[in-house]
């Protein structure tokens, strides 16, 4: 029975899909167990093809391979690469030896293909190197080392080494000198004692001399078919090989290729470490932007001062415009929402008496642009005291003396060239306001709210910066105790002695006074939030203002918009790093096409030919998570100081590294697992495309 049959085969090769080229038509030959048999025959003949077509590297366009009497003419890839594998050796012209590497780990690599362990494999390459002749100092050689012969011999081996069935070589002696060219035979002539050997060459003289057989073709067909000496047809010993391919024999290349392109390696290093850091920092600044601000947005004298009102909508069905009233809350609510809070002072609100920007004069010179705010008292454990900045807080609750902030402090330092700590500013209110008095007599009255006096700044609190306004503080008790006394003049006339605090108390709306809202003094900050999350929820019209909210309120809309921008951004570097990743492991795959031709011709998968580059993506993605990682711990602290240090605003950056969602790591496992995710498909995607190449191609390729 024949190893090998080919009945009948044709291969015709498509340009452009339209330009036909019969390379090869109607070959039937057969072919033994063992025996050198030499194809001769003029450049272009098919030579090469029929012995890619034997070697399973392209398919036959028509006829039957038949291999052990097992059918092999249309094989998939993936049985093509195990028959070629366990069944095929290879050597080429130009040797297609792995250059890169040393001797030992070219013979090695079919071994391991073939699921062999590295040091049962090591240990044979090393015998069968022996057993040829080759000296032991030539094993630990880089092959691009190595002389053309050296390299030929080294590639016989190689064909050799798993004890494959048939050999296959192309023109082996073509790029030799004579003496080398007869090594070679009498190499291949040896090994043919084992083994069915199929050479092609120009050399019809060496052909002559040590083939078996000889095949002459001429423009695709076989011309002559002779038998030139006996052929001692002896079966070539073949255990039955049932070992799967281990991918223990990528490591070595994995390791030379990342060496090889460190410098590329390193730049796709540096681009990943900056996208997974910028990553990290802006989640943590997302993450821990709410905390900061809201524990920075504490740091305000008044924040726990806040109006609260309802708002009513007066709608007249004959007009398109809807006036909207504030009323002040009822006693019922005010019960409700007081019993909610430990210590809340609900208080009314003189603010439409006196403004909150009512004329403040130095030396008789008007200052604009500072607010004019109550705080419940300068003895409320509620007050921040740990502001202070410079001079007190008054011990008593008076009129005469204020507190400033910082930016007040700065503000009236510039305009006043003076020290404002001690100064005295004039702060003074002038409003008319008529009253309903049911006496029809006089049913209108109008009197004057007139407020002014002297008010010494006592102190200076060092509140937030950002975003903030110059304030003055006064103490609300000290100014209702006053509006207590306070009389209102020409009502008084009418209706009896009344005070400017219970005209403002009865005032309802259809009275002019009053802004008819209340203050809520609340102890803590933390409450604040509890009455704006109280008030969304509520069904009535309920709405709060405070200053210190506005400017809370500010920062969370700006570092919002500087979120979506920086994410914006991020994906932006992360697309562009995926793209790099993509671009150079597509460049590296293309660039080692000619090594990844040779190992495919060994019988390596190309699924495991794509796995080096995977790897080789893997390493860098790890390496690149590991040094994020390592950069994260060691700038999160500086740059959160420094960003302290610009804009006050404490630890806005916080990575939740040791807990997310409640589990221990999650968030660096997400990270890592996302990083790998972004590498393997960048490198997947590029490589599926250039899957496509044929292997013939390939072979051709850098030849
Ligand atoms: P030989 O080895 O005898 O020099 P080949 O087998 O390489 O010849 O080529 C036989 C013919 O087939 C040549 O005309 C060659 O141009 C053509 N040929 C070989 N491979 C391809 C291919 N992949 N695509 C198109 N034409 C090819």
Redesign the pocket.
């Given at each position: 029975m024949p190893l090998l049959e080919l009945n009948n085969i044709g291969k015709t090769?498509y340009?452009n899909k339209k330009i036909k080229?019969k390379?090869l038509s109607e070959i039937t030959l057969h072919f033994q167990n063992t025996g050198l048999i030499s194809v001769v025959?003029?450049?272009?003949?098919?030579?090469?093809?029929?012995l890619n077509l034997i070697g399973k590297i392209d398919n036959p366009s028509e006829g039957k391979l038949i291999f052990n009497q097992k059918n092999i003419t249309k094989l998939s890839e993936l049985e093509a690469a195990e028959y070629r594998r366990k069944n095929v050796g290879y050597v080429f012209q130009h040797y297609h030896l792995l250059e890169k590497h040393n001797v030992q780990y070219n013979l090695m690599l079919p071994l391991l293909l073939n699921g062999w362990s590295f040091n049962k494999a090591k240990k044979k390459a090393k015998s069968v190197a022996t057993s040829f002749g080759i000296n032991k100092d030539l094993l630990t050689k880089q092959c691009s080392l190595l002389s053309g012969g050296e390299k030929q011999r080294i590639a016989i081996i190689r064909a050799v080494i798993n004890s494959t069935r048939i050999i296959l070589a192309d023109e082996p002696t073509g790029a030799l000198d004579i003496n080398n060219s007869i090594v070679i035979m009498d190499t291949l002539k040896k090994v043919s004692n084992k083994c069915l050997v199929i050479v092609?060459t120009h050399n019809i003289d060496l052909a002559y001399k040590y083939s078996d057989r000889l095949i002459y073709?001429s423009d695709?067909k076989v011309i002559k078919d002779e038998s030139i000496a006996n052929n001692d047809n002896e079966v070539c010993p073949k255990k039955a090989n049932k070992i799967t391919c281990h991918p223990n024999w990528y490591f070595p290349l994995l390791v030379k290729n990342l060496c090889k392109r460190m410098k590329r390696n390193v730049f796709t290093l540096l681009s990943l470490t900056i996208c997974i850091f910028a990553s990290m920092m802006v989640f943590g600044f997302v993450n821990g932007s709410n905390d900061s601000i809201d524990n920075y947005a504490k740091k305000q004298f008044n924040y726990c001062v806040l109006k609260i009102n309802k708002e009513i909508q007066l709608i007249n069905n004959n007009s398109p415009i809807i006036l909207i009233n504030n009323y002040r809350l009822n006693n019922a609510e005010i019960n409700h929402i007081s019993t909610l809070f430990e210590n809340c002072h609900f208080e009314l609100c003189y603010d439409a008496l006196v403004g909150n920007v009512p004329i403040v004069k130095f030396n008789d010179e008007q200052i604009d642009g500072i607010s004019f705010l109550p705080i419940f008292s300068y003895l409320n454990p509620a007050i921040n005291n740990d502001l202070l900045l410079y001079g007190r807080i008054p011990n008593f609750d008076n009129l005469n003396q204020i507190i400033i902030n910082k930016k007040a402090y700065i503000y009236l330092k510039n305009l006043l060239r003076a020290e404002p700590l001690n100064s005295f500013l004039y702060v003074e209110s002038n409003r008319a306001f008529t009253f309903y008095t049911e006496n029809p007599n006089t049913p209108y009255v109008t009197d004057f709210f007139v407020f002014g006096r002297f008010m010494e700044i006592v102190g200076v609190v060092d509140e937030i910066d950002f975003l903030n306004t110059p304030k003055i503080y006064y103490s609300y008790l000290a100014f209702d105790r006053y509006m207590e006394e306070a009389m209102v003049n020409n009502l008084s006339m009418v209706v009896g002695e009344t005070s400017w605090k219970e005209q403002v108390a009865k005032a309802t709306g259809n009275e002019e006074i009053s802004g008819y809202s209340h203050y809520m003094f609340l102890k803590n900050g933390k409450e604040v939030n509890t009455v704006r999350e109280l008030v969304n929820s509520s069904d009535k019209d309920f709405t709060i203002s405070s200053s210190a909210i506005e400017v809370e309120d500010a920062l969370f809309a700006l570092v919002n918009a500087a979120s979506i921008g920086m994410e914006v951004f991020l994906l932006i570097a992360l697309i562009g790093t995926t793209l790099i990743i993509g671009l150079i492991a597509f460049a590296s795959y293309s660039e080692d096409i000619k090594e990844l031709a040779i190992l495919l011709c060994l019988g390596a998968r190309r699924d495991d030919l794509v796995s080096i580059y995977l790897f080789e993506s893997t390493i860098v993605g790890l390496v690149g998570t590991a040094l994020s990682f390592v950069l994260v711990l060691l700038f999160q602290n500086p740059i959160n100081y420094l960003i302290f240090r610009l804009t006050a605003l404490p630890n806005l950056i916080d990575i939740p590294f040791q807990q997310f969602y409640g589990r221990p790591f999650l968030f660096p496992l997400l990270i890592a697992v996302s990083t790998m995710l972004i590498c393997l498909i960048s490198t997947c995607l590029p490589l599926i495309f250039a899957k496509k190449i044929?292997l013939?191609?390939e072979l051709?390729s850098n030849d």
């Open positions: 090769f340009i080229k390379a025959g003029p450049s272009g003949c098919g030579k090469s093809t029929l092609v073709m695709g044929s013939s191609e051709r």
